[in-house]
């Protein structure tokens, strides 16, 4: 976030600058602790450990947006259509070995050249895929890979090539070590999964319930694999398995991936439960994922659900705090008014804080200026206005409306701080409402305090300005 990079940068800076960090780190104590989305999402899977690369770092950085310029130029390529020229770009991306954008970049252009056609683009399609697969097993479009990897050799099959007709056979034949996890990779394990699936979803759920089953010998990562690949891949039918690991006494990490699952079922009776989940699970991570699926249904039913556990004072805070978070995730303006509502009513300062962040995730106009009325507003604590007015700033309200509004504060702790937020931006804006604070400001020390930051704005401008020789 910018803030945290501008409050790391003022060790070396003067005085008046250092109140920016001693800000931010009052606003990041006093924000709810709730569980970060994202992980959430991933809690069923294996960490997995990073891999360094030792490279130059300018090196790095020009690849990264090379790159990154391609994908997006194959991307729009791909949207428009042209199958050919998005190819052939994607092809170029994936010679960026190790930047993000080549990570994916196979599976892309694996699926630009299944729509063109012709055994001669399946081909290569499926080289591609294989070398995403072995060079990116992490990525993020995986599951994709896996999925797709097993239409393409379908459709070379199709064509008589004999080399995708002896994979498809050996991936079919690799599906009695699936039943027993005996010599299976990972990543030979999902596949055979997925192709179970390709053929009978019947036959890939008996398979699941037979991996998953209290009397199953295989490893606890390939069950684990086995509940995510059902989620992915056939939800609906394997409910019923779902529910039985979460009903069960299955390692606790079966039982989120189950939850999770039931998160991609849409209908009243997983939701019951996931409430229920969610409001009586001991196991804090458990309710997360639990709250995390119901999010994922994205229903009326599913967000009712939602404001009725944040409206719930016997739940804690935390728990209730990472529902908020939820229901702001996907940005509807009617769940963040009903949020903003609840701001204004709702006496826990925890619940409100965490409405304060969530609003703040969201970065629109409206939702700055709406974070700037709450600092305003003397009827809330200090703090909270404190934290309202940082994100507000950072959510992008404009430097002309953030200097105005160190006008009609009346606290100097609430001025300071916009004097710091303005101080951190580099637009023309920020640095004429500094210059107006410096001259007209009714207070002495806030007139000081302005001066010794336009003075701070006008050196780092003039730093990046090049010398002429």
């Not at 055994?119 to 697969?133: K, P």
């Not at 991609?264 to 699970?281: K, M």
């Not at 404001?307 to 978070?325: E, H, M, P, W």
Request: hydrophobic share 45%.
């Amino acid at each position: 976030m910018k803030i945290r990079r501008a409050c790391r940068s003022n060790a070396k800076r003067p005085r008046a600058a250092n109140w920016f960090c001693w800000l931010v780190t009052v606003a990041v104590v006093n924000c709810v602790g709730s569980v970060p989305v994202r992980a959430v999402r991933a809690v069923h899977a294996e960490a997995q450990p990073s891999v360094e690369t030792f490279e130059p770092r300018n090196k790095i950085v020009v690849d990264s947006i090379a790159s990154d310029s391609l994908f997006q130029e194959a991307r729009t390529a791909l949207f428009k259509g042209d199958f050919s020229r998005a190819a052939l770009l994607f092809q170029q991306v994936r010679r960026y070995r190790g930047s993000t954008a080549a990570s994916n970049a196979g599976y892309w252009e694996a699926f630009a050249r299944y729509k063109i056609g012709g055994s001669g683009q399946l081909l290569a399609a499926l080289a591609a895929l294989d070398d995403q697969r072995k060079l990116y097993p992490e990525a993020a479009t995986t599951a994709d890979v896996d999925a797709f990897l097993i239409r393409v050799l379908t459709q070379l099959d199709r064509t008589g090539d004999r080399t995708a007709h002896k994979r498809l056979q050996r991936i079919a034949a690799s599906v009695r070590s699936v039943e027993t996890c005996v010599g299976l990779q990972p990543p030979a394990f999902a596949l055979a999964l997925r192709y179970v699936a390709s053929q009978s979803e019947t036959d890939a759920v008996k398979l699941t319930d037979r991996l998953v089953a209290p009397n199953s010998k295989c490893p606890l990562a390939l069950r684990r694999n086995a509940l995510v690949i059902a989620a992915d891949v056939f939800p609906a039918a394997a409910e019923k398995t779902f529910r039985r690991v979460v009903a069960s006494n299955a390692e606790v990490s079966l039982r989120r991936a189950a939850v999770f699952g039931l998160g991609r079922v849409p209908n009243g009776a997983s939701l019951a439960l996931l409430e229920q989940l969610a409001r009586s699970q001991p196991d804090t991570t458990l309710r997360t994922v639990a709250l995390a699926a119901i999010a994922d249904q994205g229903s009326a039913q599913a967000r009712a659900v939602l404001f009725r556990y944040v409206n719930d004072v016997t739940l804690a805070v935390k728990s209730r705090g990472t529902a908020i978070i939820l229901l702001s995730e996907r940005g509807r303006k009617a769940d963040l008014d009903a949020l903003k509502g609840l701001f204004e009513q709702s006496p826990e300062p925890d619940i409100r804080q965490a409405i304060l962040t969530a609003i703040s995730q969201n970065r629109t106009l409206d939702n700055a200026r709406w974070l700037a009325a709450v600092s305003r507003q003397l009827r809330f604590r200090l703090n909270e206005r404190k934290i309202a007015l940082l994100l507000g700033a950072e959510a992008g309200l404009p430097s002309g409306e953030l200097g105005r509004l160190a006008d009609g504060l009346s606290e100097d702790e609430l001025r300071k701080t916009v004097l710091a937020m303005l101080s951190q931006r580099d637009d023309k804006e920020a640095l004429q409402q500094l210059e107006r604070i410096a001259e007209t400001d009714r207070s002495p020390a806030l007139r000081s305090i302005a001066r010794i930051l336009v003075g701070e704005v006008r050196a780092r401008a003039a730093a990046r300005v090049p010398s002429k020789r």
